[in-house]
């Protein structure tokens, strides 16, 4: 009873003159159709109310009212792979690991991000047992996005396909294979995806423990063709780590990894989702338009961001490699082998709205993230004129 008398007692927000967007109608049609409603939204405690029964049952009003000037009041954005930004390197194992996440947690808020998972690249042991400790899961609010948990990115992948990854750090599954994984990682408590690469052997093994703590597996940085990709969906993978890029590309006679999207041989009720890098460098628009066709519900945007992200031109560490910043590309360097992207994540939704005319919105829009009642809401407001 007295949790029911705490809320009652809690302020009511009412947003108003805002657009809504409501469930999935946003994924059929544009965002000037029936996807945005003008209408209030009222808010208590982090909960969205339904007016008629605050006002019928509860007789009340709201506490507060703000006008929103016409704005999209929408969910915040979720970035499920990131590897630091603002000058802070989740691959570093320094002392105070937790400051660095908590800075980037601040300044992604201004981009739209809600939560994230600070990801680390492949690394030595010694790294993870440091590292991973020092950063447990935590909510959201007005001091920053919300840490959903780590994605390790490695070091269990291809040497063929490591990317930016360091060869000398790469690792293939021993005899004892998730043992190996546990003395690599170290305990696994603040984790929450794994990306391997399915054709290393042994895989299945560790994918299906993996899968049994609750822990997302992504393929990706792999040359694996479609039947160990879908041997590995059959084990227990869900995720692909940012398609197209790091695995083999697509053939018309074995469409590797990629040919999940459209795969008949996945278990009954099993979705696959993928990652994609919209930065503008990492894939062409014309392969966002075919994946986004291909399977709509499964795509997942990720920045991929370095520690680069918002520092400009120059040279700058990505784990135990140097980064060469030049203009908006991120390379290993002295390669020109792409390292990670130092685009946010608005500017990423922003390219892909443009490169798949999925929701046409003003090219000077604007974002804001505004916390109500302790719950961060995304505000996209289209430049006027």
Known sequence: M??????????????????????????????????????????????????????????????EQRDCGGCILAPGFIDVQINGGFGVDFSQATEDVGSGVALVARRILSHGVTSFCPTLVTSPPEVYHKVLPQIPVKSGG???????????????????????HP??????????????????????????????????????????ALAARGICVSLGHSVANLQAAEEAVQCGATFITHLF???????????????????????????????????????????????????????????????????????????????EVVGLTAYVAGTKTLSGSIAPMDVCVRHFLQATDFVVLDDSLHVRATYISGELVWQAEEARQ
């Not at 000398?168 to 391997?196: C, K, Q, W």
């Not at 590309?249 to 590797?256: A, N, Q, S, V």
Request: glycine fraction near 12%; hydrophobic fraction near 40%; proline fraction near 6%.
């Open 2 to 63: 007295r949790g029911g008398q705490d809320e009652a007692r809690a302020r009511v927000l009412q947003f108003t003159n805002c657009r809504i967007l409501r469930g999935r109608a946003l994924l059929r049609c544009g965002v000037r159709g029936r996807a945005l409603l003008r209408e209030d939204l009222w808010v208590r405690e982090g909960r969205i109310l339904d007016p008629e029964k605050l006002f019928f049952e509860e007789r009340r009003v709201a506490d």
């Open 142 to 164: 007005p001091h920053g996005a919300g840490v959903l948990g780590v994605h390790l990115e490695g070091p269990f992948i291809s040497r063929e396909k490591r990317g930016a």
């Open 167 to 208: 060869e000398a750090h790469l690792r293939s599954f021993e005899a004892n294979a998730f043992h190996d994984v546990l003395a690599t990682y170290g305990p696994l408590d603040n984790v929450r995806i794994v990306t391997l690469a399915p054709e290393l052997g042994r895989s299945r093994e560790v994918i299906r």
């Open 245 to 323: 890029n790091a695995m083999l590309p697509f053939h018309h006679r074995d469409p590797g990894i990629v040919g999940l999207l459209t795969s008949d041989r996945l278990p009954p009720g099993r979705h696959i989702f993928y990652g994609m890098i919209a930065d503008g460098m990492h894939t062409n628009p014309a392969a966002l338009r075919i994946a986004h066709r291909a399977h709509p519900q499964g795509l997942v945007l990720v920045t991929d961001a370095v520690p680069a992200l918002g520092l400009g031109n120059g040279r700058h560490t990505l784990g135990q490699q140097e980064v």
